[in-house]
């Protein structure tokens, strides 16, 4: 079946430490997007990549680093200097043409 | 500032009833997209209507455009209990190419 997974589903980070978030999909699609979702808040885009070895900011990329190696995979780095991270992080791709996004079933991050 | 603003914030009818959403956007709109999003789950798409489409239909989902008032709604007719979920509205601006920007979403609940 044809999909984007994210791992971990969980994932807890002590104060100061990086993290990585991964996204894979094999749906072929060539864009890739990362977003960050707060409780009963909409989606707010953190970086997004139209191409392999290519990658823009969105709207709250500070504290955030990506890269996109490869066309199946988009990680999300949150670094130490996301003085806010503990949110639900959404991962999604889409094609060229349907325009419709195809959503990974989401990391909850948690600073403890 | 948020593209797309979805109203209400929650609604709650009982099943069988039908559920209206309605989603205000500020900017110009290649196509605006309804998603629903299960608690703690991504997003699944729903439906996809084009600037130039002023409704659409898909089994019990109709959904309507208006862009000379930038806005749209969704509406779910015989609804179920496994309707409840949160919806949103998502636009992709005429300049913001294949990136979609998503309002804070409808909480809809279904009681049986």
């Known amino acids: 079946d044809g999909g984007i997974t994210q791992s971990p589903k969980y994932l807890f980070r002590k104060e100061g430490q990086n993290v990585t978030l991964s996204c894979e999909q094999n749906l072929n699609h060539d864009a890739m997007y990362w977003y960050r979702q707060d409780p009963g808040q909409g989606l707010r885009l953190i970086y997004y990549?139209?191409?392999?070895?290519?990658?823009q900011k969105g709207d709250i990329a500070e504290g955030y680093s990506v890269s996109r190696e490869k066309k199946e995979s988009f990680p999300l780095t949150v670094t130490s200097a996301q003085k806010n991270p503990t949110a639900f992080y959404l991962c999604?791709?889409?094609?060229?043409?349907?325009?419709?996004?195809?959503f990974g079933s989401g990391t909850r991050l948690t600073v403890v | 500032s948020q593209q797309g603003e979805e109203d209400p914030q929650a609604l709650s009818i009982q099943e069988g009833e039908n559920a209206t959403m309605n989603c205000s956007y500020k900017t110009s709109i290649n196509n605006l997209q309804w998603y629903r999003q299960n608690s703690g789950r991504g997003l699944v798409h729903l439906i996809l209507?084009?600037?130039?489409?002023r409704e659409k239909h898909s089994g019990r989902l109709r959904v309507t455009l208006d862009t000379s008032k930038k806005s749209s709604s969704l509406l779910i007719t015989a609804s179920r209990a496994a309707d409840t979920a949160s919806y949103f509205c998502a636009t992709d601006g005429e300049t913001s190419g294949s990136r979609l920007t998503f309002g804070e979403g409808t909480q809809l609940t279904v009681n049986p």
């Open positions: 990549s139209q191409i392999v070895n290519d990658f």
């Open positions: 209507i084009r600037s130039n489409e």
């Open positions: 999604a791709s889409t094609g060229l043409i349907w325009g419709g996004y195809t």
